[in-house]
């Protein structure tokens, strides 16, 4: 089936450095999603995109996150500065359609802040 | 806005054992409902999807019924196996504009052999 990927898997930077995160979605999909997941918590929403423009947020995406997918290159997030509670998994996402369509997931990139 | 709620993990249970997770939702919208699995290491991935109240959906032996009146998509398996283990997150999208769906908090289950 159709494939999300995320690159790196794991990413280990230490704090205060700026990391992006690489996200590359299903072709044809036109809806890219973050989420963030803490080791052994549930998975929680970060942003939304869609036609170049960040359509809902939550308030777990603070000011220093900010997301972008030039020429329909990657889907990236990017953290500048990092702070230790930004180590977590973060899942790219993508849908054909909004809300009501299945999303696909990628595996995840694993971010360490020392 | 939108609210998923669903049972609070985790869920343990023998192989072979029956299991109900309770999915409730709130929305102003005639929404689809969604069961996607996450297994250890992995990202989410749907199991199945309704989008039509009174029906069902179904895969890999895990069902759950779109309930509108008493707004519930709970999820049962009749006997789960090991390989089961994995979090459960029941979901909504709606048409009403927004644009993304919202998850619930997830269920963990563990089944011991």
């Known amino acids: 089936g159709p494939k999300v990927l995320q690159i790196p898997s794991h990413q280990i930077i230490d704090m205060g450095q700026m990391v992006t995160l690489n996200c590359d979605p299903v072709s044809n999909h036109l809806y890219f999603y973050w989420y963030k997941q803490i080791l052994g918590q549930q998975m929680e929403f970060l942003v939304n995109?869609?036609?170049?423009?960040?359509?809902?947020k939550s308030k777990l995406f603070k000011d220093q996150f900010s997301v972008e997918r030039p020429d329909g290159s990657y889907f990236t997030l990017k953290i500048q500065p990092t702070a230790l509670e930004d180590s977590a998994v973060y899942f790219c996402?993508?849908?054909?359609?909004?809300?009501?369509?299945?999303?696909?997931f990628g595996p995840g990139t694993r971010l360490t802040v020392l | 806005g939108d609210s998923v709620t669903q049972t609070e993990g985790p869920v343990t249970l023998s192989e072979g054992t029956s299991l109900t997770v309770n999915c409730s939702y709130e929305?102003?919208?005639?929404?689809?409902l969604f069961w996607y699995v996450q297994y250890p290491g992995e990202g989410p991935q749907l199991l199945f999807k309704?989008?039509?109240?009174?029906e069902k959906g179904s895969n890999r032996g895990f069902e759950a019924t779109y309930n509108k009146e008493a707004t519930s998509f709970h999820l049962q398996k009749a006997s789960v196996q090991e390989s089961d283990s994995a979090v459960y997150y029941c979901?909504?999208?709606?048409?009403?504009?927004?644009?993304?769906?919202?998850f619930g908090k997830g269920t963990s289950l563990v089944v011991h052999p």
């Open positions: 996402a993508s849908s054909f359609a909004g809300n009501y369509a299945e999303q696909f």
């Open positions: 995109f869609y036609n170049g423009k960040v359509m809902e």
């Open positions: 929305t102003k919208q005639y929404p689809t």
């Open positions: 309704v989008p039509k109240a009174n």
């Open positions: 979901a909504l999208g709606d048409r009403g504009g927004n644009y993304k769906p919202t």
